[in-house]
């Protein structure tokens, strides 16, 4: 159940500052594992996404909020499927920006805190996860534990790259150095392990 604009205006800000703020932790549906993201790392993207927050702040009641939320779902949606373009394999739109697909997942991530349903993007989100680049890896990880369960079709494509990332050698971060917006091993691991414990059941 969502409480009222004016009664959640204290989480609102707490979510927020999860999303934006100073902190350097996100919490990944209440559970004590936390993913690395910092300050640094969510500035490139917070510009919009402040823009859209501070819409919804101001609105004055739910339903005026929730049209808005409305009408930037559906803004996401064309731009990750317009229909003239192609979608590569993985149903990703292949002519978005790593900033373009950062800030629109990144929105996804702060509608859904919100209480709204989230029920697309899915591909956009696995397509950050299997990035070189920590920029990227780490939104679409962050993006994977709040809106996918293990349990979800889509899993099945990524099972790969959660293996490979947890099982990054000493080597493999040798090699990554060579790439530019590579990581180390152990930030690619962390991402891994701790999506890995908010999406997988007891089992």
């Given amino acids: 159940h969502r409480l009222e604009s004016r009664h ?14 100073p902190r350097k932790n996100i919490p990944l549906n209440g559970a004590s594992t936390t993913l690395p993201i910092s300050t640094k790392t969510m500035s490139s993207q917070a510009r919009g996404l402040n823009n859209f927050i501070s819409d919804l ?3 004055k009641s ?3 909020e929730s049209n808005r939320v409305e009408v930037e779902l559906a803004k996401i949606r064309k731009k990750f499927n317009p229909g003239d373009s192609k979608l590569a394999a ?13 800030k629109y997942v990144w929105k996804l991530v702060y509608i859904h805190v919100l209480g709204y349903e989230v029920d697309f993007g899915h591909a ?3 397509a950050l996860v299997r990035s070189a680049k920590y920029s990227e890896k780490v939104v679409g990880y962050a993006a ?22 947890l099982t990054a050698g000493p080597g493999d971060a040798a090699r990554g150095k060579k790439a530019k917006g590579a990581v180390k091993n152990d930030a690619v691991q962390c991402l891994a392990l701790c999506s890995l414990a908010n999406i997988a059941g007891l089992e």
């Fill in 62 to 64: 739910r339903e005026e």
């Fill in 90 to 102: 993985d149903g990703s739109n292949p002519s978005l920006s790593s900033y373009q697909r950062k």
């Fill in 8 to 21: 959640f205006c204290n989480l609102d800000n707490a979510r927020y500052n999860y999303l934006v703020g």
């Fill in 124 to 126: 956009e989100v696995l």
């Fill in 57 to 59: 702040r101001n609105s």
């Fill in 144 to 165: 994977l534990s709040l809106l996918l369960r293990g349990s979800d079709p889509v899993m099945a494509s990524v099972i790969g790259t959660l293996k490979a990332d």
